[in-house]
Each structure stands twice: as C-alpha cells, then as structure tokens.
C-alpha cells in the first residue's frame, strides 16, 4: 500500500541549483498536485494536473515547472532555487474531480535551500 | 473566490477536555465538499473526514464529531476526551469542482492542538 510515494524527504541546495522532486502515485488517479507548506500558511497549490498530458498553475506557481510524465508520475522542477522556496513540498494525488473522493497525500519533502 | 479561515491559530488543552476547532469557509458555489485533515509531529497529511454541501448531517467516529451548518458556513471539529496523540496540526479544506478550480483543495491555515498530560 505505498500510495503517494516523494523522493526525496530531505534535500539542500544553494542558492541557484536546480532540482527536481519526483512524485508517484499507484493508485490509478487521473489527477495529481503540488502544494507547499510554509508555517502559519496552510498549504498552496504551486500546478496541479487533472489528467495525464495536462498541467495547470495554481496560487503560486511562480519559481516552478511541472511534468505529467504518465500516469503515475509527476514531477516539480525549481530551475534556479531562491531561499524563498525554502518549504515543505506535498504530493497528493486523486481520483477525478466531481466525486467526494479526497486528495491523498505523500510524506512529503522538507527543501532548503542555502 | 473560494477561502477558508482557522481563527484559532494554537489551542492547548489537558488531557480529557473536550475540544473544538472551528472552521469557516467562503464560497458562492453550491456543490462543494469540505475536508479536515490532521498532521502530526511526524509531518505527513492524514484524512479525516469529508462532507459534501448536500449532506448536513452532522457525524460521530469515537471521539471526534463535525458538526456542519451551512447557515453560517462552518464546519467545526470536536474532539471529545482528547488525548496525548491527539496534538498535531489539523487543517480545515475546501473544494469546488468548476472551470479552473476544478479538483483543487483551498486549505485554512490550520491550527496547532496541544494536549498535555
């Protein structure tokens, strides 16, 4: 039962390295997000996609860049990091819109960049 | 615009109290489903429960409860004869499934429950 799995949990970069979070789900979703946590914010939605081969921004997209690789698979690309993307980065994954379905989340991946 | 507001930023309690957290929301769609989710010191994101706008029943699992009342657009969270465990951060959540919003959750900010031995 790995569900929404994130790679990595723990990274650090500095100040203009470029990386890619890697997001997969086995759940047979159509739709998959990216949110980020900073403190006393909640989550926001960075892209998200509502079925393979679509992508759309989200409330802060900025900084960002998205691949629906498949199905399963949905990575975040940061080009040229900044301190500000300092954050915790949550996959999550559903079945598609209009049922009552939740999003489930992965574990998420604690980024900081120097 | 959709939004949703956790006025309680911290609560902390002593093992045993009852609880609530209390969430308001903003929408003018008619078709929409709330959520709560709990994170706890580990960090993931646990769903708790969901509700679409249909459904005003309110609803027990053990000891949590939601009581769900549109006319003031809230969804609040009850936690009876809390316990040690039950300290995380719980977030309140929205979705609208129209146009671009389409799947979407809008979280609140969450609020941080402290529950002492």
């Known amino acids: 039962n790995a569900g929404v799995t994130q790679t990595p949990k723990f990274q650090v970069l500095k100040t203009g390295q470029s990386m890619t979070l890697q997001c997969a789900q086995d759940?047979?979703?159509?739709?998959m997000y990216w949110y980020r946590q900073d403190p006393g914010m909640g989550l926001r939605l960075i892209y998200y996609?509502?079925?393979?081969?679509?992508?759309d921004k989200g409330e802060v997209p900025n900084g960002y860049n998205v691949s629906r690789l498949n199905k399963r698979e949905f990575s975040l690309r940061l080009e040229s990091a900044a301190p500000s993307q300092t954050s915790v980065y949550f996959c999550a994954s559903s079945e598609a819109p209009r049922t009552n379905q939740p999003q489930h989340f992965g574990d998420g991946t604690r980024l900081s960049i120097l | 615009a959709q939004k949703v507001t956790q006025a309680q930023t911290e609560i902390s309690v002593v093992e045993k109290e009852d609880v609530t957290l209390d969430c308001v929301y903003e929408?003018?769609?008619?078709?929409?489903?709330l959520f709560w989710y709990k994170q706890p010191p580990s960090g993931e994101l646990v769903f708790l429960i969901r509700r679409n706008s249909f459904d005003e029943q309110n609803e027990i699992s053990g000891r949590y409860s939601w009581n769900f009342q549109k006319s003031t657009s809230s969804f609040n969270f009850t936690i009876t004869a809390s316990q040690v465990v039950d300290s995380a951060v719980y977030f309140c959540a929205l979705r609208v499934d129209r146009g671009s919003t389409l799947g979407r959750l809008y979280f609140g900010r969450g609020t941080q429950l402290t529950v002492w031995p």
């Open positions: 929408t003018r769609d008619t078709t929409y489903y």
């Open positions: 759940m047979n979703h159509n739709s």
């Open positions: 996609s509502a079925s393979e081969g679509t992508t």
